[in-house]
């Protein structure tokens, strides 16, 4: 068994089959076939059913893919010490973050991270709940885990950082009445048409409770990617309740942001595996640590 057959048996999976895993990796499928084979029997199991044209991955294939992915990793980790030792930092950070999160505090660290590390790189896949970021980091899939919460985070057998809170706020068109940097109450946005996510996030109880409480007001859009919630704000389809986070690029963007009470917060982590960190997610995770100390979350 070499790294080599790891990697083969991880694009397998990522890309749902041989030939798309042989068409990624740029190698003739008859050889990542015949390194497959030679690694089930070197393992004495089968990793995949072969159904027809396609393939399953088999038990044994499923309960071997995180250690697979952690040795893979672990030898990145060597790779990219060996390489800061000889002054060169090369390699990249997978984080999945969250779409709330994912806005901010991502872009600052990533900024940050950029501008201290240059020849690194910082890979950023989709979650969209607490529960995916966090199993994406368990699986191996990421390294770090950027998510957001209605109550402080707390996950079994992850480290967990906790970054900041962010508060809810109103995010309106250029062309609504609403006051930019007002504070509103959930009366205020009596006759205003509301876009929302789908049920069970803490900013669809937001609204929910909104809609509930003021005459007058109407859910007219529910969207799963919370990414097209601003574009259809600033064509004028309605208003939302957005987490903080979103301010900066609403206002660049020409929207108006105010204030709302009472509101809820977005508990903002980083969560990682114990001990199993590439040096370059350890110093993301350094500069997470630096921005929640600025932030007032830690404390020397």
Same mark, same amino acid.
């Not at 108006?256 to 809820?264: G, L, Y």
């Given at each position: ?133 966090? &199993? =994406? ?7 770090? #885990?950027? $998510? @957001?919460?209605? *109550?402080?985070? !707390?996950?079994? /057998? ?18 609504? &009445? =609403? ?7 959930? #009366?205020? $946005? @009596?006759?205003? *048409?509301?876009? !929302?996510?789908? /049920? ?101």
């Amino acid at each position: 068994m070499d790294a080599r057959q790891l990697e083969y048996f991880l694009a397998i999976v990522e890309h749902g089959g041989f030939s798309r895993a042989a068409a990624a990796l740029h190698v003739a499928q008859p050889s990542l076939s015949q390194a497959m084979a030679n690694l089930e029997a070197d393992l004495g199991v089968s990793l995949f059913h072969r159904m027809g044209r396609g393939v399953v991955l088999s038990d044994a294939g499923a309960e071997l893919l995180e250690p697979s992915r952690r040795v893979l990793r672990d030898l990145t980790a060597v790779r990219d010490r060996a390489a800061a030792l000889t002054g060169l930092n090369a390699g990249t950070v997978e984080v999945a973050a969250m779409p709330s999160p994912g806005i901010e505090p991502l872009t600052t660290l990533t900024r940050r991270f950029t501008e201290l590390h240059p020849s690194m790189t910082v890979s950023s896949r989709a979650a969209f709940t607490p529960e995916e970021a966090a &199993d =994406l980091v368990r699986s191996g899939a990421c390294e770090l #885990g950027l $998510l @957001g919460a209605a *109550k402080p985070v !707390a996950l079994s /057998g992850l480290d967990v950082l906790p970054l900041e809170q962010q508060p809810f706020v109103v995010v309106a068109g250029p062309d609504s &009445d =609403l006051p930019d940097g007002a504070t509103l109450h959930p #009366g205020d $946005l @009596g006759g205003h *048409k509301l876009i !929302a996510s789908r /049920g069970g996030s803490l900013m669809r109880s937001i609204v929910d409770d909104i809609t509930a409480q003021t005459e007058g007001t109407e859910i007219v859009a529910v969207v799963d990617h919370r990414t097209s919630i601003l574009p259809l704000v600033l064509t004028g389809v309605g208003i939302s309740v957005l987490p903080a986070s979103w301010t900066r690029l609403a206002r660049r963007c020409g929207a108006s942001v105010a204030a709302i009470e009472p509101t809820a917060q977005l508990h903002v982590a980083m969560v990682s595996l114990p001990g199993h960190l590439t040096p370059g997610a350890r110093a993301f995770l350094d500069l997470a640590r630096s921005y929640a100390l600025r932030k007032g979350t830690l404390t020397t």
